[in-house]
């Protein structure tokens, strides 16, 4: 054995490494813990019995201005003749000008004592395929109409048309959408969207001249809508005195 190794104990020699043994502290933590759980449910406690010995404390009153009565008897309804929704949802018919006397029924008269279903309304317009779904989306509710013939080439025809306008504006959408492209036009005093066109001529072989004239507008839910032929020029002041009657009376 060497001199300079020096046996410092059995089995280990002077330049090993020497064990460390850990010191234990987990009861310490635990007892500072427990403590301070302790300390907050006593004081979570003493306060509650402090506010429940304490007399309630009454809230301040809102701050609102007393709102007068008045006094007398209320305003009474409106009669039959100025609720406007107690007229249209009546009898619709009643709200058509009526035809005048010595013009005549045409046989081809879409309208059934004065109805028009959705079908024949439809099938009575241009692209009536087109029509049928169209009036659907809008929400169309019925209409009511009157045609009559002032002789072997000239005809009228006048058309409520009512809506239930629960999410579109159906009645004034339909008093909108006529195209007047190539057409005289005018509107109708007193009426926001009231308008008259004057079309024509349209010629073809063999046929006499066609003129239309067409008056368009809306009063709430109703759409009005008149039609004018016939097989020479329609004077504008005719048109317009059948707008201005028919609005008239909605």
């Not at 010191?23 to 907050?40: E, K, M, S």
């Not at 395929?129 to 169209?134: A, M, R, V």
């Not at 809506?163 to 008093?175: F, H, T, V």
Request: aromatic share 8%; hydrophobic share 40%; charged share 25%.
């Amino acid at each position: 054995m060497s001199d300079d190794t020096a046996i410092v104990g059995p089995g280990t020699t002077a330049d090993a490494p020497s064990e460390t043994v850990p010191r234990r502290r987990g009861r310490t933590t635990l007892l500072i813990a427990t403590a301070a759980v302790l300390g907050l449910v006593a004081g979570t406690c003493t306060g509650f019995l402090v506010q429940a010995r304490r007399a309630p404390t009454k809230l301040p009153s809102l701050s609102q201005p007393a709102v007068a009565l008045a006094k007398g008897p209320g305003p009474e309804p409106l009669s039959a003749a100025q609720d406007h929704q107690v007229k249209t949802d009546g009898d619709l018919r009643k709200l058509l000008i009526a035809r005048p006397k010595g013009t005549k029924v045409p046989d081809w008269a879409p309208e059934n004592d004065g109805w028009l279903t959705l079908a024949a309304y439809a099938d009575s317009l241009r692209n009536a395929d087109d029509e049928f779904p169209s009036l659907i989306k809008s929400e169309f509710r019925r209409a009511a109409g009157v045609s009559w013939t002032e002789s072997s080439t000239s005809s009228v025809q006048v058309r409520l048309v009512q809506y239930r306008q629960e999410e579109y504006l159906g009645a004034a959408d339909r008093a909108g959408r006529w195209d007047a492209r190539g057409t005289r036009s005018w509107p109708v005093p007193g009426a926001g969207d009231g308008m008259v066109y004057l079309f024509g001529p349209e010629r073809k072989a063999g046929y006499l001249p066609f003129y239309k004239a067409q008056a368009a507008a809306s009063r709430g839910d109703i759409a009005m809508e008149i039609w004018i032929y016939d097989s020479k020029p329609i004077p504008k002041a005719k048109i317009m005195d059948l707008a201005e009657r028919q609005l008239e009376r909605l």
